[in-house]
């Protein structure tokens, strides 16, 4: 494991795509930024949407950092060399939620920025406002997107060891993150008698971004804190089993 | 070194191959020939645990399974393409696997690499790929090298200098097995021959024997053909004619030889007829397909 780990992350950090991540991120926080004229609080606490659009570069990211084993052929190497195959898959995970953890790191430290050169000291980060000051909402947003950054790592990798086709994955995890909520909401809201079963379906761990800062989106989830986090980490875990069983079985 | 018994492989539910046994000595060159689709590579990935498979594969006494690959610690592979990661350089993608730096540096010198192994990969012609697949097979000081088409994509002089370096890798101890459609590069190292067809291994000797037996008549000519057809029919020799040479069988040409020499007649020429390396191929091949069919 700990072989297969330093030699991920040795793969990871010579590519590209970490600084075409990063800099994807930079773009769409200022993006998000500008395209509003005068950024308000409930923006500057998501991190100028930072968890939406990393949750996007992720997607992208992790099935890329999988799928090229098998475009570059190299995955019959990493296999034969390597008597536990898990050894490979989890080592890529980690090497995810690392980069993932420096991500969101990133997004705070641009958040800061953007707020500072876009309103000043018009929403002071210690203010109290609703449940908590400003800088509290913006750390538990950035908790809340990364237990669902481990959620859609796990999808992403799960999808990529079952189709294969990089592009593919990133359509079905742009629509499981913009059309999930709805979907599951809606579904919740024509079914309400099933809604006790409805309230688990994976499409409605998306909620998790921002119920950690914001109770009242448990209306939405009905699901509570603790509920819709472990629901998460649940959700990631049965994922990263199927697509671990799946990686170690496909034919190379 | 590598010993393989009735291994079969399935992939789904059919059988690709078939009850194959053979082994593979230190030092030696195997070559294994087949056409498309006879099991070649399958063969070469259920040896590196990469199939399901039944049997037993075992290197230096250590069994090989699906989910045990510790005997393959000292074994070096190419199977099909060069694995080779395009963003990083070739020497990044060495180090990617090297375990010793002073081994890795000798074999880009050897290989003649030096000029382009800090490039990144992704830039390499398919010849220059080729090698560094090769390269990274030959890492570590191999007990056993498998190498799937090694000359695909070489210029002559690269593939000149493989050979070479495949006889000196096996000189020093290593074993190899390769796979090539180019049987007159293969027919040039190799020192045992296994002949697959159909997933069935239909010939497993060593390349010598193997020629010999294709070659089973000599072409003779002499300084003074008539003496010796005389010579020949007072000693019951038994010869054909063909054009200005007589054809002896190939198990009297020591005894031909002194009996010329004994008699002072010189020799011009005697030399092995028969058929040649790729003929024998294509005919044990046909031969096998028409046994099949008559089952």
Known sequence: ?252 | MLRVRHINTFIGRKKIIKDVSFQVNPGSIVGLIGPNGAGKTTIMKTILGLTKFTGNISVEDKNVTENNHAALTRVGALIEHPAIYPFLTGLENLKLYSLDEADMNNIVSMLKMDTYINTKSKGYSMGMKQKLGIAIALLNKPQLVILDEPMNGLDIEATILIRQIIKQYAAQGSAFLISSHVLGELQKVMTNVLLITEGKIIVDEPIDEFNRVSRQQYHLLTEDMPATEKLFAENQIPVTKSDDYLVIPHELSYQVQDLLYSHHIRLVELSPQGLSFEQTVVSLLQQQRRQNHEK
Do not use: C
Request: avoid cysteine; charged fraction near 10%; hydrophobic fraction near 55%.
């Open chain 1, 1 to 252: 494991m700990k072989n297969s780990l330093k030699q991920e992350l040795y793969k990871f950090r010579h590519q590209r795509i970490p600084l075409y991540g990063g800099i994807a991120l930079v773009v769409l926080m200022l993006y998000s930024a500008v395209s509003s004229s005068n950024p308000s609080r409930m923006l500057i606490a998501q991190g100028f949407g930072a968890g939406q659009w990393l949750t996007i570069i992720m997607i992208a990211i992790a099935s890329t950092f999988v799928a090229m084993e098998y475009q570059n052929r190299t995955i019959m190497t990493l296999f034969y060399k390597n008597s536990n195959k898990s050894a490979i898959y989890f080592a890529k995970f980690i090497v995810m939620l690392i980069y993932g953890a420096l991500m969101s790191l990133l997004g705070l430290v641009l958040t800061f920025v953007l707020k500072a050169v876009m309103v000043g000291s018009k929403y002071s980060w210690g203010a109290m406002y609703g449940q908590h000051s400003l800088l509290i909402d913006l750390l538990l947003n950035t908790a809340g997107f990364y237990i669902y950054l481990l959620f859609i790592i796990a999808v992403a990798f799960l999808l990529i060891t079952l189709i294969r086709v990089n592009a593919a994955v990133v359509g079905i995890g742009l629509v499981i993150i913009f059309m999930g909520a709805e979907f599951s909401s809606l579904v919740m809201s024509a079914l309400p008698h099933f809604s006790a079963i409805i309230k688990w379906n994976p499409l409605n761990m998306v909620f998790v971004i921002n119920q950690f800062a914001n109770s009242s989106y448990e209306k939405y989830s009905n699901l509570s804190l603790p509920q819709i986090i472990i629901g998460n980490l649940i959700y990631a875990v049965i994922f990263i089993a199927i697509g671990d069983v799946l990686f170690k079985s496909r034919r190379v």
